[in-house]
């Protein structure tokens, strides 16, 4: 079955600074690709996906890429701010098969 | 706020209990999901239902149950419960019976087995 790893599992950065945070995935027919933010206390919460035929996805601060040839894609965040401080958890599925989940890393915005 | 409701918030009972964890999926959502997260598994799939029939199961114990009711509410069944029952248990929705539809996640239902 599919295998999703992110590295690192923590990361701290300096307010104002960007984030990136990659994901690796076994399985390469997947072909779908979403982010999730899950702030304490609360369920996780999608902020953005992808799918495989798209090499980039941007929304404000937030963009993903994909690049399907290594199997791996990556969360940008830029102009971090303290609200941006959670757990993010990458996934990905294929047609008919769920969705596996990253084991999440936890970022830490300084103020 | 995603829509997605469950009950209760927390839940603290004895080991050999036997418990019912309530989801009321988005309004229009017709799939349901049922995942498991503990510190050191990260988020698991348990099982998920479309419009009232069983669609897939992942690593859900035969001590768990789970239905998906006329009204599309959902509940997870623990029975026998063991102290590594003891997790938070999510309760997603889904438009779509496809897994790549976007996934929305209540807040959670906190177990406590003791």
């Known amino acids: 079955g599919e295998n999703v790893e992110q590295h690192p599992s923590t990361l701290s950065v300096q307010e104002g600074d960007s984030a990136v945070i990659k994901c690796t995935y076994s399985?390469?027919?997947?072909?779908?690709f979403p982010w999730y933010k899950q702030e304490l206390g609360k369920g996780p919460q999608l902020i953005i996906d992808i799918r495989s035929n798209v090499g980039e996805k941007k929304d404000q601060r937030i963009a993903v890429t994909l690049n399907k040839t290594a199997k791996h894609f990556s969360l940008h965040i830029t102009e971090t701010q303290p609200e941006d401080s959670a757990v993010y958890f990458c996934a990905a599925s294929k047609t008919n098969s769920k969705l596996t989940f990253g084991k999440g890393i936890t970022l830490s915005v300084r103020p | 706020d995603s829509g997605v409701t469950q009950t209760p918030k927390h839940l603290i009972t004895a080991t050999g209990q036997r418990v019912t964890l309530r989801c009321s999926p988005r309004s229009g959502d017709l799939s349901v999901y049922w995942y498991q997260q503990s510190l050191d598994q990260g988020l698991q799939f348990l099982i998920q239902y479309y419009n009232g029939e069983e669609r897939a199961k992942g690593n859900i114990l035969e001590r768990f149950s789970a239905q998906q009711f006329p009204d599309l509410h959902s509940e997870l069944n623990l029975s026998s419960l063991e102290l590594g029952d003891s997790a938070l248990y999510f309760c997603?929705?889904?438009?779509?019976?496809?897994?790549?539809?976007?996934?929305?996640f209540g807040n959670g239902t906190r177990l406590t087995v003791t």
């Open positions: 997603a929705s889904s438009v779509q019976v496809s897994y790549n539809s976007p996934l929305h």
């Open positions: 399985d390469s027919a997947s072909n779908y």
